[in-house]
């Protein structure tokens, strides 16, 4: 019995030990009270090397501190704290906020990271790392481009609106299923194109624009500062961890078929008589194919389109067999116009972002293996053949244009 009290006093005394004391030896171990949660985070090109900006809900994090001006950092006063900071690295920038703080970061709430163009240009890879290594930020957060201005600027132009940049930025996504001009990517999926050596990758951009209706100049003839809007841009391309370009518009909507990612979009084209009539794309399917010549593979797209009439400019009735196939005709020529306009530019660029090399990995797996390290020469000079059918479904409420009347007495 006595030799059993001594050893369990010999295995309580380091347990004592441990537990003695009030001084928390853990950096970085805080209360939550003593944490800031930014939803949203901007990283820019900066004097240093690296600017981040974040912004949190005001109501929830309540006074963080922080400096009213300059880089150092700032505290706004609309809808939500935002605070700013410079540093060599993302890193650095993010230990420098306790300079000025009364809290400290956490990433784990992040919800989108804008990257401003002068960076994405730069290198990408540069300022999105520490992002992807952090253990506090989450892979599934939003990556999104700063088309021609810089991503801080988006985050103080939207603070004045209502749930401020993470329920704007939120809004254009929710909203894309009209153009389908632009999908969401995440830090996991950009992650593993960057570190490809065959894919390009693709971001989705945002740019700020003035509000209609608003005064350019104000009573003295000075410039006037306008409420800004958010606006869609297309898709960033990214090669190399460098951005090339944009590609926006019909070319965007065109990569959102090939990527069978179309919820609805619209295509205004001219009837027979001249007038304008706008096309409402309700469902679309891409059928992508893969033959090999002398090893060499070419592809095939194959891509079906329905689509409503959803407005006529003109009087003249055109809901018989002759107009619905010319409308039909249109939209083909449309469609195939846009996806050989966008497959021209990865060609030209020879940015692989529609991940064709890991289509052809999926159903061509050995004969991949032969050609994936020539890749980079191949893509340029491949062989790609377009097929687009058009199909008009309805008309909605009306069969006939309003007064057509008058186009009959012509």
């Known amino acids: 019995m006595k030799a059993y009290r001594i050893t369990a006093r010999l295995f309580a005394l380091p347990l004592c030990l441990m537990l003695c004391g ?18 949203v985070s901007a990283v820019d090109k900066g004097s240093e090397g690296v600017t981040i900006t974040l912004a949190s809900e005001k109501d929830s994090q309540g006074d963080i501190g922080g400096k009213s001006s300059g880089e150092g950092g700032t505290s706004a006063q609309q809808n939500e704290n935002i605070i700013q900071a410079t540093g060599k690295t993302i890193m650095e920038a993010n230990r420098s906020v306790a300079a000025f703080s009364n809290k400290d970061l956490h990433w784990g709430q992040n919800e989108y990271i804008i990257v401003g163009e002068e960076a994405a240009r730069q290198n990408l890879s540069k300022y999105l790392e520490f992002l992807i290594r952090d253990h506090e930020n989450r892979l599934t957060v939003a990556v999104i481009i700063a088309k021609g201005v810089s991503g801080s600027e988006i985050v103080y132009a939207m603070n004045g609106s209502k749930g401020g940049v993470a329920a704007k930025l939120e809004e254009l996504f929710e909203n894309k299923g009209e153009l389908s001009l632009a999908e969401k990517t995440d830090l996991r999926t950009l992650f593993n194109t960057l570190d490809s050596k065959n894919t390009a990758s693709v971001i989705p951009a945002v740019s700020l624009t003035d509000k209609p209706g608003q005064n350019t100049e104000s009573a003295g003839g000075q410039s006037a500062q306008n409420e ?15 951005m090339l370009g944009y590609v926006e518009n019909n070319m965007a909507l065109a990569y959102s078929i090939i990527k069978n990612s179309v919820s609805s979009s619209l295509i205004v084209i001219e009837d027979m008589t001249g007038n304008e009539v706008s096309l409402e794309i309700i469902n679309t399917r891409a059928e992508n194919s893969v033959t090999f010549t002398d090893g060499l593979p070419s592809i095939k797209i194959k891509v079906t389109v329905e689509f409503n009439i959803g407005e006529m400019t003109g009087k003249a009735d055109i809901f018989d067999k002759k107009n619905t196939d010319y409308l039909e005709q249109q939209m083909n020529a449309a469609i195939t116009d846009a996806l050989e306009q966008v497959i021209a530019y990865g060609q030209d660029n020879n940015a692989d972002f529609f991940g064709f090399s890991e289509m052809i990995f999926r159903k061509h797996p050995v004969k991949y293996e032969k050609i994936k390290d020539r890749w980079q020469e191949i893509f340029p000079d491949m062989q790609f053949s377009v097929e687009v059918k058009s199909v008009a479904n309805r008309s909605y409420n009306i069969k006939t244009p309003l007064r057509n009347w008058e186009a009959e007495k012509q």
């Open 22 to 39: 009030c001084k928390n030896l853990t950096v970085g171990r805080n209360e939550l009270s003593q944490l800031v949660f930014p939803n």
């Open 228 to 242: 800004k809007l958010l606006e869609m841009k297309g898709f960033a391309v990214i090669k190399d961890e460098q």
